[in-house]
């Protein structure tokens, strides 16, 4: 087998790194455009976070097991009218989650309905509307930014132009804010000192932000805690989150474009550093032990950019190397995958429930519909996720790294059993992924999960762009604006294919 620098280079016109919903989307959105797209996609499936996999008659959602963005004018909604795709199907969430906070018997329901939902929290949360009225109104200001699909943060002119394009008088004025936290509007409501309160929004603004109140930027945060309501919405699809891979996978086939699976790109080498002159060379090893080359003018990369220093080696600029350097780890998590009989789960659940719970963390819960795939007639899944630093969990040999797994489960367990009131020893099926299982999947450093947490020097104007500082390499994924979830690297995909197909002379819009 020769060495990958002597094999002859494929060529095609733009190479996505990673077959996640990020780059699904981005491969569609160009093979729509016209031009000739190579997807690359390690692992066996696409999907990446919000892939599946099965055990037995069970179907696990790896990570994500809710989408947003399919309502009218959303992110998906507008993606898959602009592929000449159906979306999967899928029912919006109401109540979007049910929270329980710790020594306490009465949850507090997202219900979809705004109406009810501010019924709700003045019932749980008394004296805090002012609060909520605030969060309303910064919502209000960024949905009309963001359906202006702007370029954040701007990085040449033509960025800027686009920015400033989608601004009106409610962003300006919601502009004010931009260094501010959830805490700072807090204090500004009156209602710093209502602890209740502060550990509701801690439990809310951690799954998506990767922060507490007092670190999530205030303009990410308003957004984050009014997702579950209409005219936005959390949706369950039909099936399993696979659907929405499908979907985006119909799209990018029938655009013309490829998938190669079990390919993972080792190497990104720049022009002018290979004989290839004035194209990128991604290089990596097929179905594990073939060496593959291909050239391109372009390189989407959606993994992690704390994979772009091994991806890149000295190609990496040292100003962009040390600033990779100064961000915080991302959450790594641990997901308990069980099955149980659906006559033990109490009547008329939801589907998404949260719990405030010690050790190891606080769950965020996701139990099956009857008929939606997951399990077999008269049981369903449960999943359990918790956040937890990613590192530790590659510290220890195996003994060790053995016992701490155990004894996560066995926490997560436990509160699972209080939260659905279940007899101990309930599950059917019962197994817990840590980082390290994360790795293996997605090949995300340590087991990464999220991407950068939203505070307001990592948030909008002050975040990761988009366009890299090398000519031709462009980023997307969690780590870029807007940040975390499905809806959230669609749009950041989104905002590369414009940038890019700027650079070659043409235009990308979405309708809606």
Same mark, same amino acid.
């Given at each position: 087998? %020769? ?20 780059? #699904? ?12 797209? /190579? ?52 029912? =919006? ?13 009465? =949850? ?11 019924? /709700? ?32 943060? %701007?990085?040449?002119?033509?960025? $800027? ?45 951690? *799954? ?22 209409? =005219? ?19 799209? $990018? ?57 091994? #991806? *890149? ?12 350097? &100064? ?45 939606? &795939? ?14 937890? =630093? ?7 040999? /195996? ?16 509160? *699972? ?57 462009? #980023? ?37």
């Amino acid at each position: 087998m %020769p060495p990958a620098d002597r094999l002859a280079a494929e060529v095609c016109d733009v190479v996505v790194v990673g077959g996640g919903i990020g780059g #699904l989307t981005a491969a569609a959105l160009l093979a729509k455009a016209g031009l000739q797209v /190579e997807l690359l996609e390690a692992h066996h499936q696409s999907g990446g976070c919000a892939g599946t996999f099965r055990r037995g008659p069970y179907t696990f959602d790896v990570g994500a097991t809710q989408v947003a963005g399919l309502e009218s004018g959303g992110i998906h909604a507008r993606l898959f009218a602009h592929l000449g795709v159906d979306p999967p199907a899928a029912s =919006p969430l109401d109540p979007g989650c049910s929270v329980l906070l710790a020594g306490e018997t009465t =949850p507090i329901q997202l219900w979809r309905d705004p109406q009810r939902w501010a019924l /709700e929290r003045q019932r749980h949360f008394p004296g805090s509307e002012r609060f909520w009225q605030f969060c309303g109104s910064l919502h209000a200001a960024n949905w009309a930014f963001n359906r202006r699909d702007p370029i954040l943060p %701007p990085r040449n002119a033509w960025d $800027l132009a686009t920015m400033l394009g989608a601004l009106g008088p409610a962003p300006l004025a919601s502009g004010l804010l931009v260094g501010a936290t959830v805490l700072d509007l807090l204090r500004l409501a009156g209602c710093a000192g209502d602890q209740r309160l502060r550990r509701f929004l801690d439990l809310q603004l951690r *799954l998506y932000s990767q922060q507490p109140a007092d670190h999530t930027a205030a303009l990410y945060g308003a957004t984050v805690l009014a997702m579950a309501q209409e =005219p936005l919405g959390l949706w369950h699809l039909h099936g399993s989150m696979q659907t929405l891979s499908a979907a985006l996978e119909q799209g $990018l086939a029938r655009a013309g474009g490829r998938l190669r699976l079990r390919h993972r790109v080792e190497r990104l080498v720049p022009p002018g550093q290979h004989p290839t002159q004035g194209t990128w060379r991604v290089e990596g090893q097929c179905h594990g032990t073939t060496p593959f080359q291909i050239a391109a003018r372009d390189v989407i990369c959606t993994a992690p950019v704390q994979a772009l220093p091994a #991806l *890149l080696g000295e190609s990496l600029p040292l100003g962009y190397r040390r600033r990779l350097a &100064g961000f915080d780890d991302p959450s790594g998590a641990l997901v308990f995958y069980g099955a149980i009989d659906r006559d033990r789960l109490p009547a008329e659940h939801p589907l998404h429930l949260q719990l405030e719970w010690g050790d190891p963390g606080p769950l965020f819960v996701s139990i099956s519909a009857e008929e939606d &795939g997951h399990a077999p007639a008269g049981q369903a899944t449960v999943i359990a996720s918790v956040f937890t =630093p990613a590192r530790p969990w590659f510290e220890h040999g /195996e003994d060790t790294y053995q016992e701490r797994k155990r004894a996560a489960q066995a926490g997560i367990e436990a509160g *699972l059993v209080q939260l659905l009131d279940l007899a101990p020893k309930s599950f059917r099926h019962s197994e817990l992924s840590t980082p390290r299982g994360f790795l293996r999947w997605t090949g995300r450093p340590f087991g990464f999960v999220g991407g950068l947490g939203q505070t307001p020097g990592r948030f909008g104007p002050f975040g990761l762009a988009s366009r890299s500082p090398l000519t031709g390499l462009w #980023l997307c994924g969690d780590s870029i604006f807007p940040g975390e979830g499905t809806a959230g690297v669609s749009q950041s995909a989104h905002m590369a294919c414009r940038q890019l197909l700027a650079r070659r002379g043409f235009s990308l819009s979405l309708a809606g």
